[in-house]
């Protein structure tokens, strides 16, 4: 049983920059993949990124990539998202998930474990 904290969601205006942050429990949170999902009002849940076990392995969707970074630290349990360059079209509830993988992951149905969300509004 994996459970998932999300934190550093808030309003930020178009240009800034945010980090979310994922905390896990579960002692073997080094062996998950992870990734970052976020939905908007009205639309479906979205890939945005993910990265896999060890951390060598990333993959983005193309709105942000260039703009997001994912990183984990298996020491502290945790996964982190950097967000710049933020748009007003990337606010959105954005959910932490985790699925026991070797691969990266990047369809939300593969992903057992999910964060409750925390909220992105990116002011224009």
């Known amino acids: 049983q994996v459970q998932l904290v999300e934190s550093g969601g808030g309003l930020v205006q178009a240009g800034g920059s945010l980090r979310l942050s994922c905390a896990a429990s579960g002692r073997t949170f080094s062996t998950y993949t992870m990734g970052w999902f976020r939905q908007a009002p009205g639309k479906e849940r979205e890939f945005v990124a993910a990265i896999s076990w060890r951390g060598g392995g990333t993959y983005y969707a193309g709105s942000v990539k260039g703009r997001f970074t994912i990183s984990r630290d298996n020491a502290k349990n945790t996964v982190y998202l950097q967000m710049n360059s933020l748009k007003s079209e990337d606010t959105a509830v954005y959910y932490c998930?985790?699925?026991?993988?070797?691969?990266?992951?990047?369809?939300?149905?593969?992903?057992?474990?999910w964060g409750q969300g925390t909220q992105v509004t990116v002011s224009s």
């Open positions: 998930a985790a699925q026991n993988a070797l691969v990266v992951i990047t369809t939300p149905e593969q992903y057992r474990y």
